[in-house]
């Protein structure tokens, strides 16, 4: 469901020191040293496929907070325009009451001060 | 300041760059996966040299592996433009329900304003109907 915290003001994403802290333990020493320099190759290409695939994600979850967002505003827009429209209607309604009643008085006067 | 924005472009999906970044780096880490030195290892074994057979089976786990890498990256990048033109279609598609709800909206408004005039105008007819009636009966 969407409310106004997880729309107008969801959590901020993941900050560059929070990524490099998650990113560190890819960083971290080659533990096969035996498989020589194809092995640091190897394993230094998953460590940078990583980190890009961790951007591609990230990415992607703010595209869909951001259509998110857009969709709940529009809701919002909507709703507000709805409401608009009868708090006129109950405007119009309340006026025509009002002469109505204002009709049924002066008529019954009359008909009263006539008959 | 959150407020609200109509009209506006709709969110971009993932970034170029980002998209490119990934196929690269998916690339070049299926590519590093080629090299069969390190997939001869797997094949060593005590006190036995490397041979002719363990060679050819790390070349073609190396080929293996790269062949794939290099498919999912692709398949991948595949994705991500799919993911990206949902997003646009789906963005697309809520703007124009917007535009027609809101067109619906204004019908509507108009119309209930229309039918309170008539009802106000009514009361008035009838009023001097009634009036009129008294007078020449």
């Known amino acids: 469901m969407l409310t106004y915290q997880n729309t107008f003001n969801p959590p901020k994403p993941v900050d560059d020191t929070q990524r490099a802290a998650a990113l560190s333990g890819l960083r971290m020493k080659n533990p096969y040293a035996a498989y020589g320099q194809q092995g640091q190759d190897i394993m230094s290409a998953l460590g940078d496929q990583n980190a890009a695939q961790y951007n591609l994600a990230a990415d992607k979850a703010n595209a869909d907070m951001e259509q998110r967002k857009t969709a709940a ?43 | 300041m959150n407020q609200v924005q109509i009209g506006q472009p709709g969110p971009d999906g993932v970034s170029f760059g980002t998209r490119k970044a990934a196929l690269n780096n998916s690339l070049a880490q299926a590519y590093a996966q080629g090299d069969p030195r390190a997939a001869m290892k797997p094949y060593d074994r005590a006190g036995m040299s490397r041979g002719a057979g363990q060679m050819a089976q790390g070349g073609i786990d190396a080929t293996q592996k790269m062949a794939s890498g290099i498919a999912d990256a692709y398949t991948q990048d595949a994705q991500v433009g799919a993911y990206n033109a949902a997003n646009a279609y789906a963005n697309q598609q809520g703007q124009q329900q917007f535009a027609l709800q809101q067109a619906a909206l204004q019908q509507q408004d108009a119309y209930a304003q229309a039918m309170a005039n008539l009802q106000r105008r ?3 007819m009838n009023f001097v109907s009634g009036l009129l009636g008294g007078l020449l009966r």
């Open chain 1, 73 to 115: 505003q529009r809701d919002f827009a909507l709703q507000g325009l709805q409401q608009m429209s009868q708090a006129r209607q109950n405007q119009a309604d309340y006026n025509n009451a009002r002469s109505a009643m204002g009709y049924g008085l002066v008529s019954n006067l009359l008909s009263g001060l006539f008959r």
């Open chain 2, 122 to 124: 009514q009361q008035s």
